[in-house]
């Protein structure tokens, strides 16, 4: 069994049982070959738009014995993704959040089979929730963890409508509901962030002034 690194296992563990994955940038393909030997998925499609990226994946499947069984493919985003793949999950994991929901957006025909989408990404978390809400999804679980002194968020989403306070989506509504130390310690420190940026922003920046203030009122 390969061993992952803490932040994905994490999104390893929010990865449906018996479920059929398209895991979107794959990278050095760890995760996939770590979901099949743990036979969370049966079906495993390794992707990148990168042929180096996808070339490294390649060989570290084929080290594992895994290349008849976990397929590879190279394309930028779902253009990787056919109707007959019987695919129900996608993982995308280290990207932006605006190349995230691009990455979904520009196929979303493709979405009709898909029940579960699990994003790891760090920036404009806010922005992704909304985003992904907007295509039908609502947020199953999330996970906040820490791994080589980074904080990472993780988002699963399920096909589903709900709605969610501004809150909810600026915070996350499980991590709020969680509210684990890690989480509180890191919004102590985003808070510590905003004041420090408050306090170095001239008086005639209105606006970003207005901004900051009430992203602080969030936090208090
Ligand atoms: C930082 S790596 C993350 C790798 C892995 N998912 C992880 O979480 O460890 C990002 C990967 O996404 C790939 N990538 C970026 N944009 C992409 C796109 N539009 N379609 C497919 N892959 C993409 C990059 O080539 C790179 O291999």
Redesign the pocket.
């Known amino acids: 069994m390969i061993k992952l690194?803490t932040?994905?296992e994490a999104?390893s563990s929010l990865v449906p049982n018996k479920s059929k994955v398209i895991?979107?940038?794959?990278?050095?393909g760890?995760?996939d070959i770590y979901l099949y030997q743990k036979k969370i998925s049966d079906k495993i499609i390794a992707?990148?738009?990168?042929e180096n990226?996808l070339k490294n994946a390649k060989e570290n499947i084929e080290k594992n014995k895994l290349e008849k069984l976990i397929e590879t493919r190279l394309?930028?985003?779902l253009?990787?993704l056919y109707e007959t793949d019987e695919i129900d999950t996608i993982?995308?994991?280290?990207?932006g959040a605006h190349?995230a929901v691009?990455?979904l957006k520009n196929n979303l025909q493709k979405l009709e089979k898909i029940k579960t989408i699990i994003i790891?990404s760090n920036t404009k978390l806010e922005f992704l929730r909304k985003e992904i809400i907007k295509i039908n999804y609502l947020i199953e679980d999330e996970i906040l963890i820490e791994d080589n002194k980074k904080i990472y968020t993780i988002i699963k989403f399920r096909k589903g409508k709900k709605k969610y306070s501004k809150k909810e989506l600026y915070f996350g509504p499980i991590l709020l509901k969680k509210n684990t130390k890690l989480f509180q310690n890191n919004n102590k420190l985003e808070l510590e962030k905003l004041y420090l940026l408050l306090k170095l922003l001239p008086k005639n920046k209105i606006i970003d002034r207005y901004k900051i203030k009430k992203k602080i009122s969030m936090y208090e």
């Open positions: 690194s932040r994905l999104i895991d979107v940038g794959c990278d050095h760890l995760l992707s990148d738009i990168n990226a394309g930028n985003g253009d990787t993982i995308i994991s280290g990207m190349t691009d990455i790891q």
